[in-house]
């Protein structure tokens, strides 16, 4: 085999194969009615080459069409090492070796059948015993051009697409989308980017794919028309000449939305604190007011204990339960701290009927996020509960907490709450709901948990006492289990409580 020879087989191999091609890499097999066989390796479903026969070595390109008589079959249970571009490459370094090798060689007269298996194994006398797989002669035209040219093939969604009446209806509809995403931009996501931050990452993407669309869909439209000049314009070229000014556009857009956000923010912050610090000063202007009362002589409130006068207390509670509704869940449990340290909303169990001086009933609590708050504590070193009732701590974060020690929380929501290390010890939460919540070292003890609900609770390590109660406490999903620290009951030991469901209670007509 002269040089140019060698070149022009590798050069036509490297012309014809077909990775996509059903038959790419394959082994294949051919002959005449009762001839010899013929071995080859397939480039594509319609190109193969040719290695030789039993006999003979026969290195030649053949199309399907000149062996179109002949009983082709693909062997395809040929256990190769090699994935069919490595068969390939084998195959153009087969016959590089043959053109090496010295005249006189014996390996250069090897066979066909041979020189097949030593490309596809590795083993020139591979014994193959498996099942053969005839090559249809015939295809239709449409699977020709699936197996041969996919984008030549008909398309009832290329025809839809390619539809120029339909073109500018898909171009208003995703124009019109484009403008909703920015509008979203602008808008901070329509008001849900606070709770999915994602969605600001996810807006800008969808824009530029929305305006990437519409630069693919004008473009095929002008170019139907011959008056435009654009005919051999395509879509890259289209994308190239804009895709600079666009990404430009695209930027500057959303630095600006992000520098929007980012003030947004900061005023929200801002209008935050300002709330706060103005329902701080006025419920120290109160109690100001109260110490000035109790200071003149005479008055009655004079040897009171009262921190705000009786008069006060209506002011003080309508501020309280407004401001709950504005702040943020941070800033709410700075506002139950102040109150609980200026003892507002405290009570003294020893005495007979215990009252804070602002009920909170029903307070607005939902998201407050309340840590490392510790009991409250008169001059006197008596330690003082809260009285919180009837409030909604729905996804609420509580962790290291003792302030609700010796506390009325009666009817209150813990619903979604987060409880980590918080004591509830001696507190009073008849009727509390625990809804979903995730309780983590949470401290029971004596404490009266009548009528309480626990629903799809997840509890880690929680602290009961005998003297825990747990009357009526029900869960409506089924029965739970509260897992406990190790405790004595009697004369058992404890490490889990179970909780059983709630039975209907069916009102007796009168």
């Not at 179109?68 to 062997?75: E, N």
């Not at 708050?373 to 009285?387: C, F, M, P, S």
Request: contains cysteine; proline residues 4%.
């Amino acid at each position: 085999m002269i040089t140019s020879e060698l070149a022009s087989l590798i050069i036509g191999i490297e012309e014809n194969v077909r990775p996509e091609s059903e038959y790419y890499g394959k082994l294949v097999e051919w002959r005449e009615k009762y001839q010899t066989w013929h071995y080859g390796i397939s480039l594509s479903n319609t190109h193969f080459f040719s290695l030789g026969t039993l006999e003979n070595q026969e290195l030649q390109l053949l199309k399907r069409h000149d062996i179109r008589d002949f009983d082709l079959r693909i062997l395809p249970d040929v256990k190769s090492l090699f994935e069919s571009d490595e068969v390939i490459e084998r195959l153009k370094y087969a016959l590089r070796w043959l053109d090496d090798l010295p005249e006189n060689s014996s390996q250069k007269t090897i066979t066909g059948r041979r020189l097949a298996f030593l490309i596809l194994t590795g083993n020139p006398d591979y014994e193959y015993s498996g099942d053969i797989k005839p090559i249809p002669p015939d295809r239709s035209y449409e699977d020709y051009l699936k197996q041969v040219s996919p984008k030549l093939q008909h398309s009832k969604l290329g025809d839809f697409l390619g539809n120029r009446k339909i073109l500018p209806y898909i171009f208003l509809f995703l124009f019109a989308f484009l403008i909703v995403v920015a509008i979203g931009l602008i808008n901070d996501g329509y008001g849900f980017v606070t709770d999915m931050p994602w969605l600001r990452g996810i807006l800008p993407l969808l824009l530029l794919l929305l305006i990437i669309a519409n630069v693919a869909i004008v473009s095929n439209w002008i170019s139907n028309f011959k008056w435009s000049g654009f005919q051999k314009k395509s879509f890259w070229d289209w994308l190239q000449l804009l895709i600079v000014p666009l990404m430009l556009a695209l930027g500057a857009f959303y630095l600006n939305s992000a520098a929007d956000f980012r003030d947004s923010q900061i005023a929200q912050e801002r209008k935050q604190q300002e709330i706060l610090t103005d329902y701080f000063s006025k419920m120290q202007g109160l109690i100001v007011e109260t110490k000035k009362s109790k200071q003149t002589p005479g008055s009655k409130e004079s040897n009171s204990e009262e921190r705000l006068l009786l008069e006060f207390r209506p002011t003080a509670k309508a501020l309280t339960l407004s401001v709950l509704e504005q702040l943020d869940g941070k800033r709410k449990g700075k506002v139950i701290t102040y109150l609980a340290e200026s003892q507002l909303i405290t009570v003294d169990n020893n005495k007979l009927y215990p009252q804070p001086e602002i009920n909170l009933y029903g307070a607005n609590l939902a998201g407050m996020v309340l840590n490392d708050v510790d009991q409250v504590e008169t001059v006197n070193k008596r330690r003082l509960g809260v009285a919180i009732t009837g409030a909604d701590m729905t996804d609420s974060t509580i962790k290291n907490v003792r302030l609700f020690v010796g506390s009325q929380l009666r009817e209150s929501k813990f619903i979604q709450a987060n409880l980590t290390d918080v004591y509830f010890t001696n507190a009073d939460m008849q009727g509390v709901q625990f809804i979903k919540s995730q309780m983590t070292g949470v401290d029971f003890s004596n404490t009266i948990l009548s009528n309480t609900r626990f629903d799809n609770v997840e509890t880690t390590k929680i602290i009961i006492s005998p003297d825990t109660k747990l009357d009526d406490a029900c869960a409506n999903e089924g029965e739970i289990v509260l897992n406990t620290k190790p405790f004595k009951k009697g004369e058992i030991n404890l490490d889990a409580i179970s909780i059983k469901k709630c039975e209907k209670r069916l009102e007796s007509s009168q």
